[in-house]
């Protein structure tokens, strides 16, 4: 039987079960055979091998939606012709669309085309949602990190006060305990 160490906080995804034998508190054995294969994209691995971050979300978001901006201005191009008259034209519009900009030179003239639109527009609404996000999530964890480093960090401070407190209560159940018996 073939194991591999699993830290632990780690869940393995399998309808099999997991297999899981002795160990040691930091690693456990898991049963090689009962694994659930994952499919094997880099993207898959990547993200098993190092977690996902939300740097690599929004770097995800970004290319998913300069993908949509290509086939969304091909798609428009190709439903409505007598507006957009190069896929140029159309894929422009649909770069001005999902990012807010919106000039207003260009708009689409049939249904289809309004519907396209809106699908851009609340895309690209939720890009710079998660690009907001991102960059926010970015300066929270630095400055998490200056405090922790200068020692100012005040959830570590409440932590400490917190054991110093438990440490009184148990001395002081210990003293009672003892002159009571």
Do not use: C
């Amino acid at each position: 039987m073939r194991t591999v160490p699993v830290e632990m906080g780690h869940r393995l995804r399998s309808g099999l079960g997991t297999g899981v034998g002795g160990g040691t508190p930091k690693h456990e054995a898991v049963n090689q055979g009962t694994r659930a294969h994952l499919p094997g994209s880099p993207i898959e691995k990547r993200i098993q091998r190092r977690g996902f971050r939300p740097r690599y979300a929004a770097y995800m978001i970004v290319v998913a939606w300069s993908v949509g901006v290509v086939v969304f201005g091909v798609v428009e191009w190709l439903v409505d012709r007598g507006t957009f008259d190069s896929i140029w034209l159309a894929m422009w519009w649909a770069i001005q669309t999902v990012t807010t900009v919106g000039y207003g030179d260009v708009v689409p003239g049939s249904t289809v085309g309004k519907v396209i639109a809106s699908f851009l527009m609340l895309g690209g609404l939720a890009l710079f949602a998660v690009v907001t996000g991102t960059i926010t999530a970015a300066f929270v964890e630095q400055s998490r990190r200056e405090r922790a480093s200068l020692g100012d960090d005040p959830t570590t401070k409440k932590l400490e006060e917190m054991a110093r407190e438990l440490e009184a209560l148990r001395a002081e159940v210990a003293r009672l305990g003892r002159s009571g018996d």
